[in-house]
């Protein structure tokens, strides 16, 4: 079995630490955790989430016998990967990516069967015939080859799937897998796009340890699915063995009686009614017609083969083939009900008149699906209609198309195979309410007091605000005052657990903070800052008749350095994203007589 993934272990490993805030990809921003320090920090519940989806798909493409090609050129992951795909025996590329790896992979092969061909020649004392010179040439053709394209030398085929580390760094490969709709799973810090990838495992892609760390999981689920497939093939020649022994004691028993007529009569029964059966079954699926099966398509998402088969089945009766198919998902609903829906696409609407809007996430358990078309289309029909109802209760048994919704989910468990839920359900009221979707990942609804000019831009800016900063909280007057304190203190141990490691490296420490939110300054403490400031300047020798213009932007330092937990959960009090010089309650100010009421997320 694979290990099991804790994330005191990913930590321990800097799996968290992504890069510099000015170089994110806004795209990670759904496995972003929070800012640090000006550095981004992954959200390691999603990464071990993630992790676990990958080594479930590389265990079954493992199982299948398809290859899976590691790819890392970078310095810090060559060794790593080129020790742990080794130990998998999978192919891998740790040096310079050859072009048209994998779209020109004939000619690929044939520089590799070069390379086996000068291995026949040294074997058959051919290269022995030839001068030293030209021996020489050879030798250091074979060294070339074996640098570049040694690891690769048992890929007889295109892989079933390519493992990445560092996408950004290794974009010709990603581009090559597109073109040939090869699934890639990759390493995904914070200043790349995971678009572009089917299988994210967010996160630092850079610390030997961090890649180190992923990779040992990766592997073990690889050379687990590899001994699957190694046990199923032991069980079957077992089993053939088995099967064989009373056949073959049977048939030399049989030889006497090899040419009496009744026993070739019943085998040639034998086989007619089989083929009679198959013929009468092939019957019945010709009389479904094209029509037949498309109707019931329309009407319950299903494959073409399920719902063919249902009205088989059914003998063509529609109403029993949807039944089926509802059976046939309950089961499956059933079976996968304790599994966690974490993926998924969030939709948002807003109603005719602006007073009301309402947030939904429709769930599914791979990332896969939540990008497929049909099912970012169902999750869009069911935020239209969740516009009618107050909570989720409520919409679970509005009628869809003849049915509940609870009903049509159960139904596209079975179609889709994964656990389909409502996953959040949030609903807001306002004289005016508007709604921002990120990337089918992330939607948001607030509502404003009133419909001031240019209202719709005012609510699309906020929304947009909530969606990719992570607001939890309208002002920082709302925090609970002993979450506050329980934060403080996790945060404090958090840097001085990083000034440990950065002393012993000899580098700057990280201020700590003794505050982190502005309900914690007191009238008290800010006097006592700003006694402290004065007494700094007067240390400084700073002439008392300036000290008025320097105080302000000291204690302006004060307070922005003592409410980083403002900053990252407080709307109000964050920094607006498209002018960071105001705070997002300065923006809103400057729209005249208007507030938030509130938001969902």
């Keep these: 079995m694979a290990n099991n993934i804790e994330v005191k272990d990913l930590l321990e490993a800097g799996v968290h630490f992504g890069h510099l805030t000015r170089k994110w990809d806004p795209n990670m921003a759904p496995y972003i955790y929070m800012e640090r320090n ?3 920090i992954i959200n390691l519940y999603k990464t071990v989430a993630k992790i676990e989806e990958a080594n479930e798909a590389l265990k079954k493409i493992a199982a299948s016998g398809r ?6 050129t970078k310095k810090q992951a060559k060794d790593i990967v080129a020790e742990k795909a080794g130990k998998a ?4 590329i740790t040096e310079r990516w050859p072009g048209g790896m994998l779209t020109n ?3 690929i092969r044939k520089a590799v069967k070069k390379m086996a061909s000068i291995d026949r020649m040294k074997k058959d004392g051919t290269f022995m015939t030839l001068s030293k010179k030209e021996r020489l040439q050879v030798d250091r053709l074979r060294a070339k080859l074996e640098k570049n394209l040694g690891s690769i030398s048992d890929m007889t085929r295109l892989p079933g799937a390519l493992f990445v580390v560092d996408i950004k760094r290794e974009h010709i490969a990603i581009k090559e897998a597109q073109k040939l709709n090869i699934p890639i799973f990759a390493m995904v810090d914070t200043n790349s796009d995971p678009r572009e990838v089917e299988y994210v495992i967010p996160a630092n892609d850079d610390a030997s340890k961090s890649i180190e760390n992923i990779l040992t999981h990766v592997t073990d689920a690889v050379i687990e699915g590899l001994s699957e497939r190694k046990a199923e093939k032991e069980a079957k020649k077992a089993e053939k063995e088995v099967a064989a022994a009373p056949k073959a004691e049977a048939k030399k028993e049989a030889v006497p009686a090899k040419k009496e007529a009744p026993a070739k009569k019943k085998k040639n029964n034998y086989y007619l009614t089989l083929m009679h059966a198959s013929t009468l079954k092939q019957n019945k699926m010709a009389k479904i017609t094209a029509a037949e099966v498309g109707k019931l398509r329309k009407a319950t998402g299903a494959g073409m083969m399920d719902c063919k088969k249902a009205l088989v089945e059914a003998e063509g009766d529609f109403d029993k083939a949807i039944d089926i198919l509802r059976k046939k998902g309950q089961k499956v609903a059933a079976k996968r009900a304790d599994r966690e829906s974490s993926e998924g696409v969030a939709a948002a609407k807003v109603n005719d008149d602006n007073t009301a809007g309402v947030a939904i996430v429709l769930g599914c358990e791979t990332d896969f699906v939540g990008k497929n078309e049909s099912f970012v289309a169902l999750a869009k ?15 679970l048994t509005a009628d869809f198309g003849g049915i509940t919704v609870a009903e049509k989910l159960t139904e596209q468990t079975g179609v889709i195979g994964e656990k389909i839920d409502i996953n959040a359900f949030e609903k807001i009221e306002a004289p005016y309410v508007g709604s921002y979707v990120h990337i089918n990942k992330i939607a948001a609804v607030v509502g404003l007091s009133s419909k001031v000019d240019n209202v719709e831009v005012l609510a699309k800016d906020l929304a947009m605000q909530i969606a990719s900063m992570g607001a939890t909280t309208l002002s920082y007057k709302d ?3 002993t979450y506050v304190s329980s934060e403080t203190e996790a945060r404090i ?6 000034n440990e490691e950065l002393e012993r490296l000899g580098k700057t420490l990280k201020n700590v903070p003794k505050y982190i939110s502005m309900s914690q300054l007191t009238e008290e403490i800010l006097g006592q800052a700003e006694e402290d400031a004065k007494a700094e300047l007067k240390a400084e020798g700073k002439p008392e008749k300036i000290w008025d213009r320097i105080l302000p932007g000291k204690m302006e330092r004060f307070i922005s350095d003592n409410t980083t937990l403002d900053k990252e959960f407080a709307l109000l009090d964050q920094n607006f994203i498209k002018d960071e010089k105001k705070t997002v309650a300065e923006y809103v100010k400057t729209y005249g007589d208007v507030e938030v009421t509130g938001f969902k997320r």
């Design 38 to 40: 000006g550095i981004h």
């Design 67 to 72: 290859k899976i090609l590691f790819v890392a």
């Design 89 to 92: 025996n999978m192919p891998y």
């Design 105 to 107: 992979f004939v000619t």
């Design 381 to 395: 029909q069911f935020a239209d209609l969740a516009i009618g109802y107050n909570s989720k209760e409520e919409f």
């Design 479 to 481: 925090f609970d005052s």
């Design 493 to 498: 141990a958090a840097i001085e657990k990083d």
